[in-house]
């Protein structure tokens, strides 16, 4: 299984993004999908994330200006920023939960982290 995130970049304040993550390899069923962050110095943050009945968890500090999506035909799920901050600078990693194959149990897979940078 692998997560290939991609999207990410240098952007102004104010500025917006959209990440891309999709899930290949063999997979059975998947729950959730969506994105964490981490910035220098700060631990591993929820953004958002998306489970298989549309469910969303959201974290406070990106409420309102950041929107998430997830195509399930696709294996996809998608982070829309829009307004960004100079604190929304991080690494922004996929996550998904999900099993592979009916021999193996529910996981937790990470992809490789994409970097944003919000700067003027």
């Known amino acids: 299984v692998q997560l290939q995130a991609s999207g990410g970049g240098l952007v102004q304040p104010g500025g917006f993004l959209r990440l891309s993550c999709v899930a290949s390899?063999?997979?059975?069923?998947?729950?959730?999908m969506g994105w964490y962050r981490q910035a220098p110095g700060k631990q591993r943050e929820l953004v958002i994330d998306i489970d298989s009945s549309g469910k969303t968890r959201i974290g406070g500090s990106v409420q309102g200006r950041f929107t998430g999506s997830r195509d399930n035909a696709k294996n996809t799920v998608y982070l829309q920023m829009n307004s960004l901050k100079p604190e929304d600078t991080a690494v922004y990693y996929c996550n998904s939960n999900l099993r592979p194959d009916a021999a193996s149990t529910w996981g937790n897979y990470w992809g490789q982290g994409t970097q944003v940078t919000v700067s003027s």
């Open positions: 390899g063999s997979i059975m069923a998947i729950h959730t």
